[in-house]
């Protein structure tokens, strides 16, 4: 058995590199003309983009009837991929935001990727009920204008809430970048020599000067937004979850959905980021920052949070069994033997059994395995929206109404567009921002604050 | 957009602008670099201890107990942050009472008006959002007065050292301790590197000459012209195409066209032989006035009510002809021959049925039936306003009573 | 192997005798109250039992969670304050003590254990299976049996490191604590099915478990931070803590203050909002009469004021604030657990008597006699954990 050192905190950052060393290494990506592989990709991210576009001037030409939803299953792959993009999004927050809280300070390596995804997966979740809108050019209706109609939203619908809650989430997500990037972009303005650049950067950094005046309210603001960000992405997952617990539908109407949406959002999001992080650490040669320990940490998270949902796949099925009620447990039975059997039990594989490999450190320690387990978690917990969401559907409580649901290829069509637009976009971020906090990672490097200092602060 | 920048710059700067001295060079204070973190930090103390105030010190990233050392206090932006939530929270309470159960009450799922657990979701995303909005907005703004991109320290060798892997301080020319030669000798003292002057630059000095700018105004108009165009085309042209038509294009058939889709053209499909309408009531006494008059009666009472469905009906279907007072005096202008008056004793005496049977039945080829028009309570109606009418015509003094 | 290089410097200190003749005498007077409870009114005490039980459970579990917690996320800055949650967990092998007058006459608190209410209501005869005494026994037991075989594992490793400060406990207590956190998950969750959400047989939730562990955790968050903030102010705890640790248990108390809040309104909400008649009938008798005012304050006390109390960082680090805080967090806990439980002994009207005092005075004094009696014989530190110089040195 390998034996820890408890005694010592772990180094954040390998090979202790000198500050000047993670400016060049983290702004080379800005700075060199991209290689043919990130050519290749991004014109594979495109194709995708663009098959999505077409099936979504399809959707929008002769509307939302070229999709497979029919009565009595009205919400469907629309709705999978909303929740599912959103729980993409919320390892970026959780990342930036409450690991900052713990001070966790092996965040700072991932942080900016993981809050880019953020952004970029609200977007690409944002999309889907826009679209589901079938006009989405009225989706102005859904925010509370007066107008001439002399009618108010219903503040009581869930939808509604959705609303408040992704756009504060998006906002709210996109400040917190921000504010994070604006001293890397000041010392890109003052390392690059190309003038276009320059302006661009001089415009976005507002005019930082790294002053120590600065410095303290940014702080302070930073961990106020941190702290605001925090119960912010656990209400935004929750009220998602509100979509369908509030309704009385058999499989939708359990308490435990909130917390459970939750931890499903952080596992699938972790699982994201990791994907991508594996990808990135390589092709960009950040290693050294990313390195094995945080894969390892994120691992574990991932086997957290899959061990959560697990709780919640046991506590419903029992709670109905224990209800008594014949629909909620009729609901169980048919998720489990029903049409969507296979789907069910993927779920289950993919998000319970799978990740339980973790338990093992060699394991967490391959980069090969956590790349294919992580993207099977992902799989999963697509399957997961698409389980909860078609089986409680698709047996109505009238057996006339039966009804089976198969997407069509407008529906896989928007769904490669989404991951198309997702991908295009982290493409497009790795090489004009700086992916990795330059000043964060500064500041966690050894050595990077005065020595004869620690516990001074608060004599 | 980079004009536009240097606008609000330069109305920060103006305070500072006024100041510079006609030689067009003002000293913005000293700058020196520093090797690492311990030594900037002995450094702040040392300005600190030596009665400097008007100093800052630079870094590439937040170093650990600078603040204590300069002796900064601490930061009270937390205050906006609650404040702002605060007012979000009451805010959102208030605005989602008034408009679900003042301005647009609407009972939805057996909930009250009011039913706050539904509108706690909505309070807390509206105390975020306020208190995180106003917490970046006025930390840029008011907490570090950005964006500004002409600072004296700007583009100078300082600042790429301390943007990227070293420490600065520098002495502001505005402390009353600042002397140019003591505090450059201090600064070198304490093991500064590039002890250097840092000089407010004054080009661009004319707020006028920027908005002047062809360049600014020609982006301006360029930038007037594209958005109106776009909302132009956008309310009047797009929102008339597919698919922005809103259902103005629909699978249907319009009044006078052809059905392509039934074989036989008809849109409509005739009801299955022997349906019944709904609410339909054969009429045995068509034709046959005799019985009419003789086995009907009226099965309604003239309760005020009655009496006003009468009357609206009798304006809009009888009077056209009949005149509003039965006289016979159509409005027509002898387009259609004139009906006989109402209040001829034949009719005075006429039983109930008789006008019933001519509005069902119609009169002598002159009159239509009315049976498609008028529901067969409101006929009934209308001979209670008919009886009325004649009433009074021939009033009765018993009637004043 | 590696030993630690660096050693700490331990003041020594003795508990006042004063601190452990109040906890025996609280627990003294407790005992006495419980029995003189069951003397004057049976069913009431034996309802006032069920709530010394659930607190003192609650407490005790969570405190052990808060010691895996720690071994698991190899956090330092509680390395130092670890051993107060190990003596508080203390309680654990003493639960079944209570429990035991409770499974011996079941009757008068479950209503599910009347035959007769099998005939009426249907949904009784489905959860028969789970919902009957012999497995009712057993589960309870084994629950026991597991939280104490943990118990003791954990603490027995911790407190062996004392002597030998080998580093290689401190990797045993992470593995084992590994296991022990979904076990904790499930077995807390049967407990807080078996012994208050059963009380009302026909009710269900699929977050009770979650909003159990919501409460014991906060509640043994906030023991743990009486006693130790209370013990480093009298100068009494045998290193120096600082403001930093403090404002970690003050940020721990306000992160659970919410997170109980969360869970509470979101069960709340959804049953609320869904309002079938099975769900809203554990609701409606909370929410009228007395029990409404009850149910107000509870919002009041376990959340919006403590939210207000603790929500800057001067409050999260000053001890007075601490201490009181703590003390309140217990007291709301206490009136959650009541809350729980006591409408269904009296639906109509919230209840205050000698049932109720003796469940106050009995569990903290359970819990003050644990802690005090193991503060004797024990360390007030881990001395030989290799991570107590770094959890010392810790600041934010």
Not at chain 1, 437 to 446: A, C, D, H, L, R
């Amino acid at each position: 058995m390998e034996v820890v050192d408890y005694s010592k905190a772990p180094p954040l950052i390998e090979g202790n590199p000198t500050l000047g060393h993670i400016d060049d290494s983290i702004a080379v990506p800005m700075e060199k003309r991209p290689s043919k592989k990130y050519f290749a990709a991004l014109s594979i991210t495109l194709t995708m983009l663009l098959i999505g576009a077409v099936a979504l001037g399809y959707t929008f030409y002769y509307g939302i009837g070229m999709w497979g939803n029919n009565i009595p299953v009205g919400w469907a792959f629309d709705i999978t991929n909303f929740v599912f993009w959103i729980g993409i999004g919320h390892a970026g927050t959780l990342i930036s935001a409450i690991l900052f809280l713990f001070r966790q300070r092996w965040r700072t390596g991932i942080a900016r990727f993981a809050e880019a995804m953020t952004i970029f997966a609200v977007m690409c979740a944002g999309l889907f009920p826009l679209i589901h809108l079938g006009r989405p050019w009225y989706a102005a209706f859904v925010f509370p204008y007066p107008n001439q109609h002399g009618i108010w939203i219903n503040f009581n619908s869930p939808l509604v809430w959705d609303v408040f809650a992704v756009s504060t989430y998006f906002t709210v997500s996109l400040m917190f970048w921000y504010i994070g990037l604006i001293p890397d972009l000041a010392s890109m303005r003052d390392r690059t020599t190309n003038k276009f650049k320059k302006a661009v950067y001089s415009v976005l950094s507002l005019g930082w000067r790294f002053s120590n005046k600065h410095w303290q309210h940014y702080e302070k603001t930073y961990v106020i937004l941190a702290g605001l960000a925090t119960p912010l992405v656990l209400s935004v997952h929750s009220i998602v979850s509100f979509d369908f617990a509030v309704s009385i539908l058999p499989g939708w109407h359990t308490t435990i959905f909130p917390p459970y949406f939750v931890a499903g959002a952080i596992f699938s999001g972790f699982a994201m980021v990791m994907t991508v992080l594996i990808i990135v650490r390589k092709v960009f040669d950040l290693e050294y920052i990313i390195t094995k320990k945080h894969l390892d940490k994120m691992a574990k998270i991932i086997l957290v949070t899959s061990m959560m949902v697990a709780y919640a796949y046991l506590m419903e099925p029992f709670i109905a069994w224990y209800s008594g009620n014949a629909v909620d447990w009729f609901v169980v039975v048919s998720r489990a033997t029903g049409h969507y059997a296979v789907g069910f039990w993927m779920m289950v594989a993919c998000n319970v059994f799978i990740p339980q490999l973790f338990w093992f450190k060699k394991i967490r320690s391959s980069i090969p395995a956590l790349f294919i387990i992580s993207l099977l978690v992902n799989v999963g917990m697509w399957l997961e929206r698409y389980i909860i969401i078609v089986t409680s559907l698709y047996r109505d409580f009238l057996p006339s109404a039966w009804h089976i649901y198969t997407p069509t290829i407008f529906d896989f069509g928007i769904l490669i567009g989404s991951f198309g637009l997702f991908f295009t976009l982290v493409l497009l971020f790795s090489r004009t921002l700086p992916v990795i906090s330059m000043s964060e990672v500064k500041g966690v490097v050894e050595g990077a604050h005065p020595t004869h200092h620690i516990g001074a602060e608060h004599e | 957009m980079r004009v536009l920048i240097q606008h609000i710059i330069l109305v920060q700067n103006m305070s500072e602008i006024q100041r510079i001295p006609p030689s067009g060079r003002r000293l913005y204070g000293i700058t020196a670099i520093f090797d690492n973190p311990d030594k900037v930090l002995s450094a702040t103390k040392a300005a600190t201890q030596e009665g400097y105030k008007d100093f800052d010190v630079y870094s590439p990233y937040p170093i650990h107990g600078l603040d204590n050392a300069m002796k900064l206090k601490p930061s009270r932006i937390g205050v906006v942050t609650l404040v702002l939530a605060m007012i979000g929270v009451v805010s959102i309470l208030l605005f989602t009472w008034w408009t679900n159960s003042v301005n647009y009450p609407l009972i939805i799922g057996g909930k009250p008006y009011f039913a706050w657990p539904s509108y706690i979701p909505i309070t807390f995303e509206m105390a975020v959002l306020f208190g995180a909005v106003s917490t970046v907005i006025s930390l840029i703004a008011i907490w570090l007065g950005l964006p500004r991109n002409s600072h004296p320290l700007h583009d100078t060798e300082f600042m790429k050292k301390v943007s990227s892997d070293r420490f600065g301080v520098c002495v502001e020319a505005t402390d009353p301790k600042f002397d140019e030669k003591q505090t450059m000798d201090f600064l070198q003292r304490l093991g500064g590197e590039n002890v250097e002057l840092a000089y407010y630059e004054v080009h661009e000095l004319s707020l006028r000459k920027a908005v002047l700018d062809p360049k600014f105004v020609g982006a301006m108009v360029i930038v007037a012209v594209a958005s109106s165009g776009a909302t132009y085309f956008s309310l009047n042209k797009m929102l008339l195409m597919r698919p922005w038509s809103s259902l103005n294009n629909q699978f249907k058939v319009l009044p006078e066209s052809r059905s392509t889709f039934y074989a036989d053209g008809f849109a409509m499909r005739p009801p299955v032989e022997g349906t019944v309408a709904r609410g339909h009531m054969p009429y045995i006494f068509s034709g046959n006035m005799p019985s009419a008059e003789k086995y009907m009666k009226n099965p309604l009472l003239p309760t005020p009510r009655v009496m006003e469905v009468g009357q609206r009906d009798f304006n809009t279907y009888c009077s056209p002809c009949h005149g509003y007072f039965g006289d016979g005096d159509s409005r027509l202008q002898g387009q259609f021959p004139s009906p006989p008056s109402l209040h001829s004793d034949t009719l005075r005496h006429a039983p109930d049925g008789h006008f019933y049977q001519v509005m069902t039945d119609g009169f002598q080829n002159v009159m239509p039936s009315y049976a498609r028009q008028i529901p067969r309570d409101e006929r009934w109606a209308i001979v209670w306003y008919i009886r009325a009418l004649q009433r009074a015509e021939h009033a009765k003094g018993s009637d004043v009573k | 192997m590696i030993t630690t290089d660096k050693t700490v410097a331990l003041k020594t200190v003795k508990l006042p005798e004063s601190f452990s003749r109040i906890s025996w005498s609280l627990l003294i007077i407790g005992i006495i109250l419980t029995l003189l409870s069951f003397a004057v009114n049976p069913k009431h005490a034996s309802f006032g039992l069920i709530m010394t039980l659930a607190f003192v459970a609650s407490v005790g579990i969570g405190s052990l969670f808060w010691v895996g917690i720690e071994y698991v996320s190899s956090a330092v800055w509680s390395t130092a304050l670890r051993r107060p949650f190990e003596f508080i967990a203390g309680v654990i092998p003493f639960l079944i003590v209570i429990a035991i007058p409770l499974l011996l006459k079941m009757h008068t608190v479950f209503e599910w254990t009347r035959k007769s209410l099998l005939k009426t209501d249907p949904a009784l005869v489905i959860k028969a299976p789970y919902l009957n005494e012999p497995f009712f026994i057993v589960r309870t037991l084994v629950v026991f049996g597991i939280w104490w075989l943990f118990y003791y594992l954990i603490i027995k490793n911790s407190k062996l490191q004392d002597t030998t400060r080998d580093p290689k406990l401190t990797a045993r207590n992470v593995r084992l604590s590994a296991a022990f956190m979904p076990i904790f998950g499930i077995t807390l969750t049967i407990f807080s099915i078996d012994w208050m959400m059963s009380l009302t047989p026909d009710w269900f939730s699929t977050v009770f478990g979650v909003y159990f562990f919501s409460g014991a955790v906060l509640a043994a968050m906030a023991f743990a931070t009486l006693l130790i903030v209370k013990l480093n102010e009298r100068n009494l705890f045998p290193v120096k803590l600082t403001a930093d640790h403090y404002y970690n248990l003050g940020a721990f108390l306000f992160a659970f203050v919410n997170f109980w809040a969360y869970i509470g309104f979101s069960q709340f909400m959804l049953q609320w909002y869904g309002n079938l008649t099975v769900e809203t009938a554990w609701y409606i008798p909370r929410m009228h009469g007395s029990w409404a005012v009850i149910s107000i304050a509870l919002v009041l006390v376990h959340f919006i004021i403590p939210f207000f109390a603790l929500l800057t960082k001067p409050a999260k680090m000053n001890p007075h604030r601490l201490v009181f805080m703590s003390v309140w967090i217990l007291f709301a806990h206490a009136l959650d657990i009541y809350w729980i439980v006591m409408p269904v002994y009296d639906p109509g009207g919230a209840t205050f008597g000698l049932s109720e005092l003796a469940f106050l005075i009995a569990s903290a004094g359970i819990i003050l006699t644990v802690f005090s009696y193991k503060a004797k014989s024990n360390n007030l530190v881990p001395v030989g954990d290799p991570k107590l110089q770094r959890g010392l040195e810790f600041h934010i």
